[in-house]
């Protein structure tokens, strides 16, 4: 089956510390994104990559982190730096980001929640 | 003035209406124009692309004024699983889409 996983679908951590949330899709898209939604609110994106070892700041980049080491996977740290971590985290792909954007399509994405 | 805007609603409409959603954005250079559904605490799915001379599929019918720089969603015959939080999304090419915070549907048997 292609498309994109996310893992995992809850997780709860203390405040301070760090989380990596995974990202892996199989469509063979060149583009990985990562947003972020809280509730009642639209899309907010974090990073994203338009191909292998290089990614790009969104608009509330600060407190997260990526690497795109291969092109399959996208990974998210959310640093103990991120002042209100506490929300809903989805990854996404498209073909490329040459020229006329492709569909964007999502991963189930996952829910984090700081105690 | 904010990006990508949309009526967050909500739209209370019986079984069998006609409800239409509007979007407007502000980039100019905009080239690719979407529509996407989100159900409660899911991730959004695409629904359909706007084209410039508009496109159908099936109940939904999505249109592009590049004019007054809006797009809008028409849902004709609604049904009880329309119920949804619809997000437009928007971008000039070369960078990720911009999403509105989206319009909620609720249809009432």
């Known amino acids: 089956d292609g498309g994109i996983t996310q893992s995992p679908k809850y997780l709860f951590r203390k405040e301070g510390q760090n989380v990596t949330l995974s990202c892996e899709q199989n469509?063979?898209?060149?583009?990985m994104y990562w947003y972020r939604q809280d509730p009642g609110q639209g899309l907010r994106l974090i990073y994203y990559s338009q191909i292998v070892n290089d990614f790009q700041k969104g608009d509330i980049a600060e407190g997260y982190s990526v690497s795109r080491e291969k092109k399959e996977s996208f990974p998210l740290t959310v640093t103990s730096a991120q002042k209100n971590p506490t929300a809903f985290y989805l990854c996404?792909?498209?073909?490329?980001?040459?020229?006329?954007?492709?569909?964007?399509?999502f991963g189930p994405g996952t829910r984090l929640t700081v105690l | 003035r904010k990006e990508v805007e949309q009526d967050p609603g909500p739209f209370n409409v019986p079984e069998g209406a006609t409800v239409a959603f509007n979007c407007t954005y502000s980039?100019?250079?905009?080239?690719?124009f979407f529509w996407y559904r989100q159900d409660c605490r899911k991730e959004p799915k695409l629904l359909m692309s706007?084209?410039?001379s508009g496109n159908e599929d099936g109940r939904f019918t999505a249109q592009l004024n590049r004019a007054s720089q809006y797009i809008s969603l028409l849902i004709r015959d609604s049904k009880l699983s329309d119920s949804a939080t619809y997000l437009c999304a928007v971008t000039p090419g070369n960078t990720p889409l911009v999403f509105g915070k989206g319009t909620r549907l609720s249809v009432i048997a």
């Open positions: 469509l063979n898209h060149d583009a």
């Open positions: 706007v084209y410039s």
């Open positions: 996404a792909s498209s073909s490329s980001l040459a020229g006329v954007v492709d569909t964007q399509y």
């Open positions: 980039n100019s250079a905009s080239q690719s």
